[in-house]
């Protein structure tokens, strides 16, 4: 059993480059989340999806945009990188939003030169 | 929007003593869970709290919720150095908008000194 998901496990992008961060899970959950985690201020909610074709923002929406066009996966695409979104990235699922533990995958490091 | 503050930031203690980490809400929340987060690792479920007033236990973790549902405590008897790591809470509000959102504080990191 996979679980969650996440490719790649380390980036490291220019300026201005743009790319995508996978995250698949295989428990059929239909919450799914994108967190970015910064020393000091915990995991921030970037965007989340309470099913396929259903996303919104969370805290820091700004400079990434998500999709979700199956239940499995839910990518997080940065648009143009800048060094402020060098940060470890962490998708979740769980089965039903609100009520029950989040399942995380091992993380992105990205970093931002 | 909803914020979750958690304090201390870092905790050394010595192995035996004993560790607490407290979580308060701006709002009332619907639940609160807790998160442990090893080194390198990512975070993993401990437990979640419902009930105003909730106590859990799990071995030497004790789990408690508020009465107004507005902040938790976990607390660690005679820690271990297995115990080492950065513990998370976090909320989900009661409202349909804040409900969908599982609102993490900033983690304490706990140090456990042989």
């Known amino acids: 059993n996979a679980g969650v998901t996440q490719t790649p496990k380390f980036q490291v992008l220019k300026t201005g480059q743009s790319m995508t961060l996978q995250c698949a899970q295989d428990?059929?959950?239909?919450?799914m989340s994108w967190y970015r985690q910064d020393p000091g201020m915990g995991l921030r909610l970037i965007h989340y999806?309470?099913?396929?074709?259903?996303?919104d923002q969370g805290e820091v929406p700004n400079g990434y945009n998500v999709s979700r066009s199956t239940t499995e996966d839910f990518p997080l695409r940065l648009l143009s990188a800048a060094p402020s979104q060098t940060s470890v990235y962490f998708c979740?699922?769980?089965?039903?939003?609100?009520?029950?533990?989040?399942?995380f995958g091992q993380g992105t490091r990205l970093t931002v030169v | 929007g909803q914020q979750v503050m958690q304090i201390p930031q870092y905790q050394h203690v010595q192995e035996g003593e004993d560790f607490t980490t407290y979580c308060n809400s701006s709002?009332?929340?619907?639940?609160i869970q807790w998160y442990k987060q090893r080194p390198g690792g990512h975070p993993v479920f401990l437990i979640q709290?419902?009930?105003?007033?909730e106590v859990k236990k799990q071995k030497r973790l004790t789990f408690q919720f508020g009465e107004a549902k507005k902040n938790s405590s976990l607390h660690i008897t005679a820690t271990q150095t297995t115990d080492v790591g950065t513990y998370f809470c976090?909320?989900?509000?009661?409202?349909?908008?804040?409900?969908?959102?599982?609102?993490f504080g900033s983690g304490t990191q706990l140090t456990v000194l042989p």
């Open positions: 979740a699922s769980s089965p039903v939003p609100g009520t029950t533990e989040a399942f």
């Open positions: 428990m059929n959950h239909e919450y």
């Open positions: 999806s309470v099913g396929a074709g259903i996303t």
């Open positions: 709002t009332t929340l619907s639940n």
């Open positions: 709290l419902v009930k105003s007033g």
């Open positions: 976090a909320g989900r509000g009661v409202s349909s908008g804040s409900a969908r959102q599982l609102t």
